[in-house]
């Protein structure tokens, strides 16, 4: 679980205990952010329905790989990892 103080939103992810929480809250703390990118600027965020945020499933993909930078940064600093290369269709880091 993380949260952000000033617009009161609370992210909470359920993820594979194997996964680790470092991973479980970079994850969160990008949803977060995003989400509160795209809908904490109005101030109407409380008089909003579910469907008002249909569009940000749209997101949740871009911001699952953008998670890929600061997870592979924990991984060299907390196990001293020298070199990774992470690869996909869509992005090479």
Request: proline letters at 2%; aromatic letters at 12%; hydrophobic letters at 40%.
């Amino acid at each position: 679980m993380v949260s952000d103080e000033s617009s009161k939103i609370l992210c909470i992810l359920i993820y594979d205990k194997e996964d680790g929480e470092i991973f479980g809250r970079i994850v969160a703390s990008e949803l977060l952010t995003g989400f509160t990118e795209d809908y904490y600027s109005s101030p109407q965020l409380a008089l909003r329905t579910s469907n008002d945020f249909l569009g940000f499933n749209s997101r949740i993909g871009d911001i699952f790989s953008d998670c890929a930078r600061p997870v592979l940064y924990r991984c060299k600093i907390f196990f001293r990892i020298v070199n990774i290369v992470v690869a996909s269709v869509d992005f090479c880091l």
